[in-house]
């Protein structure tokens, strides 16, 4: 783990300045992560749902999509969840200006509740304290991240750039070298800590994703360890020649999709 990381309370408002742009650079979630709601968490029309983080709505338009209603996404940066609002202009669907932690929602309510790429700008364990007073008996929770990097596989432009991204880390990191997301033991030891859920279960895959140099810096862009940084834009310069220059104008990032649910026990 790096010396210093960045505080939680600066995930609030990391990525509200450019939505837009935001939401186009982010890589979507892939099909299997719906597909495994459905079939053993009960996403289905008319489920009562929660989720924290929306941000730019990636995962919320799935949700939709796939019934959710009514959907209550509680988002701290009003940036964003104007952004949503505006995009997103659906029945089902009321966003919360509000952080997790404050947000007052009716107890023992939702039959689902999902955070997506987010869940590690909270306090863990106080969080799924709260998921679990929300959640109905037999609901269920699921938190996924799109996570850049795979320990398994070279990452050439990873290890040409990390000396130049350096700084403080966001929380998504995690700690002994292992992101957040990808460090099961912790997350499924914080679920059980809680005596609230049974059914836990915590499924990965691997993926690639290709950029050519706009969509690199795009992408960089929406990182917070980058965005940090006095200077940001010398750094997103630098990014997108190095794309250009020395990677041909072809830029491979290893992906490691991983999610987490569990069951609010009967």
Request: hydrophobic content about 40%; charged content about 25%.
């Amino acid at each position: 783990m790096r010396e210093s990381s960045i505080d939680r309370r600066f995930g609030r408002e990391a990525f509200g300045a450019d939505p837009a742009g935001y939401h186009a650079a982010r890589p979507a979630y892939p099909d299997w992560v719906f597909d495994f709601l459905c079939e053993r968490c009960c996403l289905a029309p008319n489920v009562v749902t929660f989720e924290v983080g929306p941000g730019t709505g990636t995962a919320t338009r799935r949700l939709l999509e796939l019934g959710a209603s009514p959907l209550v996404a509680v988002e701290p940066d009003d940036r964003l969840a104007a952004f949503l609002r505006e995009t997103l202009p659906h029945k089902a669907l009321t966003v919360v200006i509000s952080t997790f932690e404050e947000v007052a929602l009716r107890e023992a309510n939702f039959d689902l509740g999902l955070s997506a790429t987010a869940f590690h700008w909270l306090n863990e364990d106080l969080a799924l304290k709260k998921v679990a007073k929300l959640l109905r008996p037999g609901g269920w929770w699921a938190m996924v991240w799109n996570t850049f990097g795979d320990q398994h596989r070279p990452d050439p432009f990873h290890e040409a750039t990390k000396t130049l991204v350096d700084g403080p880390s966001s929380p998504s990191a995690g700690t002994a070298d292992i992101p957040f997301a990808l460090d099961a033991t912790a997350r499924l030891s914080a679920l059980e800590r809680t005596q609230a859920f049974d059914s836990i279960h915590h499924r990965t895959s691997a993926w690639s994703l290709t950029l050519d140099p706009d969509q690199t810096v795009a992408l960089y862009a929406t990182y917070s360890n980058v965005n940090i940084r006095p200077d940001r834009e010398a750094v997103l310069t630098e990014l997108g020649r190095l794309a250009r220059d020395e990677f041909h104008g072809r830029v491979t990032r290893n992906m490691v999709t991983s999610l987490y649910v569990a069951r609010r026990r009967p």
